[in-house]
């Protein structure tokens, strides 16, 4: 079993930057990649970006070049740098664990992020 902490959501203006935490925990060799999701108001839930343990990444067209994904493996966390942010991009902002040998993800509790503006 493993355990996904999201942190870091705020409110910010438009044109400013956060930085998002995930820290998992447990059984973390069953993780084969790791994102984050986000899900406005209304909308349906939908990838930002994620990041395999190869150390590639692959981003949504709407934040590339304005967001970047990296992990610490020390630290068992993943981050999520938002620069550049956008009204559009207000949503909570999820932290996803691909696992190995099932479809069934690990998923965290959501951190809320707006922007204002």
């Known amino acids: 079993q493993v355990q996904l902490v999201e942190s870091g959501g705020g409110l910010v203006q438009a044109g400013g930057s956060l930085r998002l935490s995930c820290a998992a925990s447990?059984?973390?060799?069953?993780?084969?990649?790791m994102g984050w999701y986000r899900q406005a108001s209304g909308k349906q839930r939908e990838l930002v970006a994620v990041i395999t343990n190869g150390g590639s990444t692959n981003y949504a067209d709407s934040v590339k070049g304005r967001f970047t994904i990296s992990r610490d493996n020390a630290k068992n966390t993943v981050y999520l740098q938002m620069n550049s942010l956008k009204p559009e991009d207000t949503a909570v902002y999820y932290c996803?664990?691909?696992?190995?040998?099932?479809?069934?993800?690990?998923w965290g509790r959501g951190t809320q992020v707006t922007v204002s503006s």
């Open positions: 996803n664990g691909a696992r190995y040998g099932t479809l069934n993800d690990y």
């Open positions: 447990g059984s973390i060799f069953t993780i084969k990649a």
